[in-house]
């Protein structure tokens, strides 16, 4: 690899994960799935505000979860699949309003519900559960909002990333593109973490010195995303054929 690769900029950055999701849902609005997440609407809806949505998108609805926060947090993941009776819809990003995003996480640490040295996805569902009446009014302090699109991705790929490519677990990151550019090469290093990763997607929550890893699909991948937060030694890797 030394023959082929020079090492360039060596910098901190803070290591988080995400994966995909598979939630099950309906197609059509039911009893037991009550809570829509959309495709991507006409140019002059895409500006709608988290708060507003029920009202300002109704018939753009794509699909039905039965649990507020998975429809939720189907759109911090960016893809998932939705497990329904007539079949398995695999669901990407198409879109996004743009408004800023704001962690629910962050401010159930600064509210004091959840310590910050405990805070992960799993500490989140389980302060949702016990406050199911307080959950719309936590997601609706981020207005940031992320439009679907059915994805014909076959089932045993990763789903597409911000690079147009399917993403790989454990190899694959997101990252903020002005510091890494896609397609970059980096070499991440903590306790119990060496490993080398392709820079392929993005996210709305990816700024700055913040690296995402993609974990895989389905709840095992989700716990191992949910235990990731962390500092690493983040090493780029130049091709010597372009410098």
Not at 212 to 222: I, P, V
């Amino acid at each position: 690899m030394e023959k082929q690769f020079s090492y360039g900029p060596v910098q901190e950055m803070h290591l988080t994960g995400y994966f995909e999701p598979e939630y099950p849902g309906s197609l059509t609005r039911t009893d037991q799935f009550q809570h829509p997440i959309y495709r991507l609407p006409p140019e002059d809806l895409r500006q709608t505000k988290r708060a507003d949505v029920y009202t300002a998108l109704r018939g753009y609805e794509l699909a039905w979860l039965a649990d507020p926060l998975d429809a939720y947090l189907l759109q911090v993941q960016g893809s998932g699949r939705i497990v329904a009776d007539a079949g398995v819809l695999r669901v990407g990003y198409a879109g996004k309003n743009q408004a800023p995003y704001v962690s629910i996480g962050k401010i159930l640490v600064e509210n004091g519900s959840i310590e910050k040295d405990k805070i992960s996805m799993q500490t989140i569902r389980d302060w949702a559960n016990k406050h199911p009446r307080a959950l719309p009014r936590l997601l609706a302090n981020n207005p940031s909002f992320v439009y679907f699109q059915k994805m014909q991705t076959p089932d045993h790929l990763g789903p597409i990333g911000t690079a147009g490519i399917p993403l790989t677990p454990m190899a694959s990151i997101a990252v903020d593109p002005d510091v890494i550019p896609l397609g970059t090469m980096v070499w991440i290093s903590a306790p119990g973490i060496n490993t080398l990763t392709i820079a392929q997607d993005t996210g709305g929550a990816i700024k700055g010195a913040r690296i995402d890893l993609f974990t895989g699909t389905g709840s095992a991948a989700g716990e191992v995303a949910g235990m990731l937060n962390t500092t690493v030694v983040a090493t780029v890797l130049q091709d010597k054929a372009g410098l």
